[in-house]
């Protein structure tokens, strides 16, 4: 049972282009969450999605920050116009449905590392 | 809005002796209470988790954590540490947001470093 699968794990991008990191949830997790780290701070919140739909939203940026969970294929985190600032951990992490269940544990990827240069 | 905290940046405990990283948090309602560890350069693993029942909960790698409800707190404990502990610690407790939904809040982390 393979588990959560993140790519590219290390990006690099110069400054004003645009980064996309994927994610593939466990095989019958339907809710997908970002996270951002930055290096030596803490894991921040980004964005709750389930497929086609968009849960939870407060921790992304307003701008230049995107995120998507189509029907078919895997969550999409895109970053336009990128910033030296931008560069970080960037960790998925999916759960079984059931929004009311909160017990339930999230498993993460191995996170995908975005350097700006 | 819910929070957690970990109060320590850093715990430094010599092998062999138990060792202790600490998590309060802050939530309405009932919590939800997550420990995972990251090793360098790696995604997080998840320990072990309080939902109910118990105040001691064992975990992976013979952690286990204490909930106290009255204190708000859930700490991670280990009897005997080992050198392969050493690692970032996150403690993430789960309750409703503003908006409702259901959203995994993590602390800064702590860094457990055991020495041999």
């Known amino acids: 049972n393979a588990g959560v699968m993140q790519n590219p794990r290390h990006l690099v991008r110069r400054r004003g282009q645009e980064a996309r990191l994927r994610c593939s949830p466990m095989?019958?997790?339907?809710?997908v969450y970002w996270y951002r780290q930055l290096p030596e701070e803490g894991l921040k919140f980004m964005v709750y999605l389930q497929k086609e739909n968009i849960i939870d939203e407060s921790g992304m940026p307003k701008e230049r920050f995107s995120a998507e969970f189509p029907k078919e294929g895997p969550s999409i985190l895109r970053i336009q116009q990128v910033v030296r600032g931008d560069s970080a951990a960037y960790f998925c992490a999916s759960s079984p449905p059931g929004t009311g269940n909160l017990g339930n544990t999230i498993y993460f990827g191995e996170g995908s590392w975005l350097t700006v240069v | 809005a819910q929070s957690v905290a970990q109060p320590e940046d850093q715990v430094n405990v010599a092998e062999g002796n138990p060792l202790t990283v600490k998590c309060t948090y802050s939530v309405s309602g009932n919590p939800y209470l997550f420990w995972y560890v990251q090793y360098p350069n790696r995604g997080l693993q998840f320990l072990l988790k309080y939902i109910t029942g118990d105040n001691l909960v064992k975990g992976s790698y013979g952690f286990e954590a204490e909930f106290n409800k009255s204190q708000t707190s859930f700490h991670l404990k280990k009897p005997s540490a080992l050198v392969s502990d050493s690692a970032l610690y996150f403690c993430?407790?789960?309750?409703?947001?503003?908006?409702?939904?259901?959203?995994?809040?993590f602390g800064t982390g702590t860094r457990l470093k055991v020495l041999a």
């Open positions: 095989k019958g997790h339907s809710h």
């Open positions: 993430a407790v789960r309750g409703p947001s503003t908006s409702g939904t259901y959203k995994y809040i």
